[in-house]
């Protein structure tokens, strides 16, 4: 081994030794007492493990700004220590620790499942501590629990069901109600046509039509994947004005006849 410091002691007296600075790490450290004629006596070996370093935690999911429908979540992360094969940790949910001395093997994905029967935010960290009493807190991400679907309806000016007009350009006007809107789909005759994104209220949507039969739905989904759809409503577009002609019997123009008839 290698010499870390050296000093006098008392017979049959307690000596304190401040050792000099050790890295991080394991070490064996072993005792030599000489008297004044030479004569050494060694101590036992003793083994010690220096650890100044706290362990990280990283958050795997659910990501920040995620929504989830179910009554439940799966929360992971993984801590990593440079020594111990395992770090305990706590899981803290909106301030509060929800779960204590979850063992986590170092640098490896550790799950655990919360309840989330109540529809609100959710702000959660992890701490995680080794064996040397280091600990470290994770950052913090929040995620939504909803499970209530969006409303959607038709307002005016859209045209009522099985509307027949000339114009060929259709006016949407949809009113819905979402805390955590996603997307705004239009459908015409049941395929998708547009997706767009909507805030809690009302949108607007012209569409171009060509003459013909055609329907008409809006559906709206959250970020959770709740979704609403409208009703589907028939309209008929018809530009084209009838044509009318005279066909025989019909009298050529400027024909004279005596017929009454």
């Known amino acids: 081994g ?64 995620t929504s989830l429908s179910a009554t439940s979540a799966n929360l992971t992360w993984t801590a990593t220590d440079n020594l111990n094969t395992s770090v305990a940790c706590n899981v803290t949910i909106n301030g509060a620790v929800n779960t204590t001395g979850l063992a986590s093997a170092n640098n490896t994905a550790t799950n655990q499942t919360i309840s989330t029967g109540t529809e609100t935010s959710y702000a959660w960290n992890v701490t995680c501590g080794d064996n040397a009493g280091n600990t470290a807190t994770s950052g913090t991400y929040t995620f939504i629990s909803d499970r209530t679907n969006p409303t959607t309806s038709f307002v005016s000016p859209t045209p009522a069901n099985n509307t027949v007009t000339t114009s060929t350009s259709l006016t949407l006007n949809v009113t819905h109600v979402e805390t955590n809107p996603d997307k705004l789909l239009v459908y015409l005759n049941g395929t998708l046509n547009e997706t767009r994104s909507y805030t809690n209220g009302s949108t607007n949507v012209t569409k171009t039509l060509t003459d013909g039969n055609w329907t008409y739905e809006v559906r709206v989904n959250d970020t959770a994947g709740n979704n609403a759809s409208s009703d589907v409503r028939a309209i008929t577009i018809d530009t084209i004005a009838p044509t009318v002609a005279f066909t025989s019997p019909t009298l050529a123009n400027n024909t004279v006849t005596s017929s009454t008839s």
């Open 2 to 65: 290698t010499l870390n410091s050296q000093g006098n002691a008392t017979n049959n007296t307690l000596t304190n030794v401040t050792l000099a600075a050790l890295t991080n790490g394991t070490h064996t450290l072993v005792f030599r007492a000489t008297d004044n004629a030479n004569n050494t006596g060694t101590s036992t070996t003793l083994t010690i493990t220096v650890d100044t370093s706290a362990p990280t935690v990283t958050l795997n999911g659910p990501t920040n700004g």
